[in-house]
């Protein structure tokens, strides 16, 4: 059953029973089956995980506790050990693992798009920086405590998305994905503002962030959050139908009654009731609510009814079985739960976009085409022609639009530059700061500006460079200006490379550590996903993938850390350039001389790939090959920024859609999106030496805090165009 049947499927419901065809009767005894070896898993689960655990209380004598057997509740220690831990734990993870199903067949309905997340909505982000207000700025030190902030945090989130995605076009399905992103972007990075300046606040939230049934102890707090799951699971409910009728498309939904925007923000409300209060319980879960639409989607198709069902009991069984596996494979610690999710969830959305379902599931492999206003169409604005530059026997060919550009872009970074040598904690005349760059006046002055200032301004110069140029031939090559070497695991591999020269050499791992690691993880997405070719969007995916895998990982790694070293290690995972200077900037720049040029040639002929592959064959241009020397060249870039400043976000977004809108939709713009993302980095740099007094605040995390409304600006600014 295909997405435009589901409607008919629905109505037919009401209509007196008919024969129903072959393929509609072994799709109703698939769903059958489904149902049945999930309900017999999960009680099986549900009775593993009333048995296991601390107590030394076996299954025996939790049925007597259970069937109140010889007065079996009688017993003080049977009684706290059953009644007050295990079965209040299992119950709380049969209800959030439920509760994030549901939260993901409804939000992959909503979008049509079986890779949505629940944490889309900036429910995690909103969760986390409330439980971080609570601790960093009301000392809040209670689980109770830490579940009113995560829910508030998590209601305020969801409740700017679904003002930014109904302000224009009606909340479509684009505007709440963006608007999630944007929001919990900028969200993330007050957080890490938060932490950063707090070690205590960051201790307590290493923790809680991994995710985690430990912390319920008694039936307290279910039962101040059951209502609002009971809500959340209502309003579900009540949107299932609504939502069939929306699988038509809007204007055949408005035919039947309905009316799209009620129902977007219907569901949006229940997802935020439900995921909220999931976090508010157990932490951040990702990738559940993926894992659980896609399995019950496999199972019963896209009738929205089964599905939302189905997933609800995927989504209980997979975070029991978790739950039950976080008890017992590190005794007598507990694993983070979010980590057991994250092996089972990451190979889940490989199999995706590796599964010849795929294009029934919604996916291809082909990434859609950037439509967005004139950049998206060239034809509307004809190029300006090009200037031509002699000198006896030499011509060369410049584009008129793209070197004033250029022009301007070199004249505002010199201008940066200059701010930032000028700008810091110490007091520092221009005058005193031009004399010390030349080496002149007092010895501090020098010392200062030369050794320091400089040095890290070059350090910046170099990684922005990279990440700019990076991004442009990524978004290039994926067609879509939401691709950033991130998504192939760049960030994560590099750190991850990192921390392990860390531990092996006991001292902050070298600059090349983070090239290797982004090679490595490339070089993994890539063989999994089954090469290049035609597959640039199943890379992509691939590399989200990956990279969560990863994340979980470095996260479980952090929190096993001391705190000190830990909060120093977060700093540079958050993206700093504190202590950088010409010897780890001197590698990256002469990277630049090397790559830069390489990138030069290929994007003459990536330009081509805009069009088509059979298009790009027949004006002599090698897809294949062109893809592959591509996405090396920008892995190089990316990992070589890593390994100066750490994983940095947004200036990879950023760089490229800045310099493409000077330069004109008419080239790939590989030097202007250099000199932006040099730009970029310098400017945060500055800001966050100078933001507060006294505390410096990492470059990675101001370009995130800045990033979400210039995503929105981006995607959402232009009329009528939410992409």
């Not at 707090?221 to 009971?230: E, H, I, M, W």
Request: with cysteine.
């Amino acid at each position: 059953m295909t997405l435009s049947q589901v409607g008919t499927a629905e109505a037919a419901d009401a209509d007196p029973p008919a024969p129903a065809p072959p393929a509609a009767e072994r799709s109703r005894r698939t769903s059958r089956a489904a149902v049945g070896g999930i309900l017999a898993a999960l009680l099986a689960l549900t009775a593993l995980s009333l048995s296991v655990g601390a107590g030394e209380v076996g299954p025996g004598r939790v049925l007597d506790y259970l069937l109140d057997t010889d007065g079996a509740r009688a017993d003080s220690r049977l009684a706290l050990v059953v009644g007050d831990l295990r079965l209040p734990r299992t119950l709380t993870a049969l209800l959030v693992g439920a509760a994030l199903g549901v939260a993901g067949a409804q939000l992959q309905s909503v979008t049509r798009n079986p890779l949505a997340e629940t944490g889309l909505l900036g429910v995690n982000a909103g969760a986390s920086l409330g439980v971080v207000l609570g601790i960093a700025v009301l000392g809040v030190q209670t689980s109770y405590g830490y579940l009113a902030f995560a829910f508030g945090g998590a209601v305020l989130a969801s409740g700017l998305v679904l003002a930014i995605a109904g302000s224009r076009g009606g909340g479509s399905p684009m505007r709440l994905v963006l608007g999630g992103s944007a929001v919990g972007a900028t969200f993330g990075g007050l957080t890490g503002v938060l932490i950063v300046n707090s070690p205590e606040a960051y201790d307590r939230y290493r923790v809680w962030v991994l995710g985690s049934l430990a912390g319920v102890e008694g039936w307290t707090t279910l039962r101040q959050l059951a209502p609002v799951l009971g809500v959340g699971f209502l309003v579900a409910l009540l949107t299932t139908r609504p939502l069939s009728a929306l699988a038509l498309g809007d204007d055949l939904a408005r035919g039947l009654g309905h009316r799209p925007g009620a129902v977007r923000a219907s569901v949006a409300l229940a997802v935020t009731l439900l995921t909220a209060s999931a976090v508010a319980l157990a932490g951040p879960i990702s990738f559940l609510g993926l894992l659980a639409g896609f399995l019950a989607r496999a199972a019963a198709g896209p009738k929205v009814g089964r599905l939302t069902l189905l997933a609800g009991l995927v989504g209980a069984t997979v975070l029991t079985g978790a739950d039950v596996l976080a008890r017992v494979v590190a005794r007598p610690f507990e694993a983070p739960v979010s980590v057991i999710v994250a092996l089972i969830g990451a190979p889940t959305l490989i199999a995706i976009v590796r599964s010849r379902r795929t294009a029934a599931l919604g996916l291809t492999d082909t990434a859609p085409a950037e439509t967005s206003g004139r950049h998206g169409h060239p034809e509307e604005q004809p190029p300006r022609p090009d200037l031509v530059v002699r000198r006896g026997a030499l011509s060369v060919l410049l584009p008129r639009r793209s070197a004033l550009a250029a022009l301007g872009l070199a004249a505002v970074l010199l201008a940066a530059v200059v701010v930032s040598a000028h700008a810091g904690q110490s007091e520092l005349g221009l005058g005193r700061t031009f004399q010390a760059v030349f080496g002149y006046g007092e010895r501090l002055d020098v010392l200062l500006v030369q050794k320091f200032r400089l040095g890290r301004i070059v350090a910046g110069l170099a990684a922005g460079a990279a990440l700019g140029l990076a991004g442009c031939l990524t978004q290039t090559l994926a067609r879509n200006r939401l691709a950033t070497p991130e998504l192939l695991g760049v960030n994560d591999g590099a750190t991850a490379a990192v921390l392990i020269s860390v531990t092996a050499s006991g001292a902050f791992g070298a600059w090349w550590a983070g090239p290797v690691g982004a090679l490595v993880a490339v070089a993994v997405v890539t063989l999994v996903s089954g090469g290049l070719g035609a597959r640039g969007y199943r890379v992509l995916v691939v590399g989200l993938a990956m990279s969560a895998l990863a994340s979980a990982v470095i996260q479980v790694a952090m929190a096993r850390r001391s705190l000190s070293s830990a909060s120093s290690l977060y700093v540079w995972t958050s993206g700093s350039l504190n202590g950088r200077d010409y010897e780890v900037a001197t590698p990256v720049l002469i990277g630049l001389a090397v790559l830069v040029p390489l990138a030069l040639v290929v994007a003459r002929r990536l330009a081509v790939l805009r069009f088509d592959d059979n298009v790009a064959s027949s004006l002599g241009v090698d897809p294949g090959r062109v893809r592959l020397a591509c996405l090396l060249l920008a892995v190089a870039l990316a990992g070589l920024a890593v390994g100066v400043c750490g994983p940095v976000g947004f200036v990879a977004l950023a760089a490229p859609v800045v310099a493409g809108r000077l330069a004109g939709p008419a080239r790939v713009p590989v030097v202007g999106s250099a000199l932006v993302g040099a730009v970029l980095i310098v400017l945060a740099d500055t800001l966050g030496r100078v933001l507060i007094s006294g505390v410096e605040i990492p470059v990675g995390i101001v370009t995130t805090v800045l990033g979400g409304p210039f995503l929105l600006w981006v995607l959402l600014g232009r009329k009528g165009n939410p992409a």
